[in-house]
């Protein structure tokens, strides 16, 4: 089955710097890799998301990109602010899984002021 | 309110008693999932449902039982709760099952004693 690992677990950046979470997958018929953002005593709330027919995607200070033949992807915050401070979950679905989605262990970033 | 909501939020138990975890979304989502998030884990899937009266096992099944009598609930069942079950379990539910977004309820944080 997929494997998605992800890191690091810990980030912490100094507010205004950018932040860089990496994510590798196992198999190559995953084909949607969405990021959830999850607030403490929360649950995870999807913020970006990427389908393999596309190399990169922006919405305003997160991007996300993809490179399928390493069967990597990351998300990459700039600007980050306090209220980026949360963990992050990146996770990867194929196409006929029912909408299974296997997470990433997740990375705590902390934005400090 | 539209959206997704577990209930109870919070929950401690004995181990050997029976506890159910409920779901509930108002968007009548065909797909229900639940996962359990554990520190070093990420979420992981207990269970999936497709439809109601159709659901089959995911990544860490045992000792949970669902069901899915009605598309808008997809209770969990823990048939005889033990330590290794204290977790927070998360529901999710999604319109279809291939790139469309999984919403999250806020969780249930499980303590078995």
């Known amino acids: 089955g997929e494997n998605v690992e992800q890191h690091p677990s810990t980030l912490s950046v100094q507010e205004g710097d950018s932040a860089v979470i990496k994510c590798t997958y196992s198999?190559?018929?995953?084909?949607?890799f969405p990021w959830y953002k999850q607030e403490l005593g929360k649950g995870p709330q999807l913020i970006i998301d990427?389908?393999?027919?596309?190399g990169e995607k922006k919405d305003q200070r997160i991007a996300v990109t993809l490179n399928k033949t390493a069967k990597h992807f990351s998300l990459h915050i700039t600007e980050t602010q306090p209220e980026d401070s949360a963990v992050y979950f990146c996770?990867?679905?194929?196409?006929?899984?029912?909408?299974?989605?296997?997470f990433g262990a997740g990375t705590q970033v902390v934005v400090t002021p | 309110d539209a959206g997704i909501t577990q209930s109870p939020r919070y929950k401690i138990t004995e181990t050997g008693r029976q506890v159910t975890l409920m779901c509930h979304q108002t968007?009548?989502?065909?797909?229900m999932f639940w996962y359990r998030q554990d520190l070093g884990h990420g979420l992981r899937l207990i269970y999936y449902?497709?439809?109601?009266?159709?659901?089959d096992k995911g990544e860490v099944p045992d000792g949970y039982v669902v069901s899915r009598s009605k598309t808008e609930n997809f209770p969990l069942t823990l048939e005889s709760a033990t330590r290794s079950q204290t977790s927070v379990y998360f529901c999710?539910?999604?319109?279809?099952?291939?790139?469309?977004?999984?919403?999250f309820g806020q969780g249930t944080r499980l303590t078995v004693v």
């Open positions: 449902s497709a439809a109601a009266d159709i659901t």
């Open positions: 996770a990867a679905r194929k196409t006929d899984s029912w909408g299974k989605l296997q």
């Open positions: 968007w009548s989502h065909s797909y």
């Open positions: 198999d190559s018929a995953s084909n949607y």
């Open positions: 999710a539910s999604s319109e279809a099952g291939g790139v469309t977004e999984a919403f």
């Open positions: 990427i389908r393999s027919n596309v």
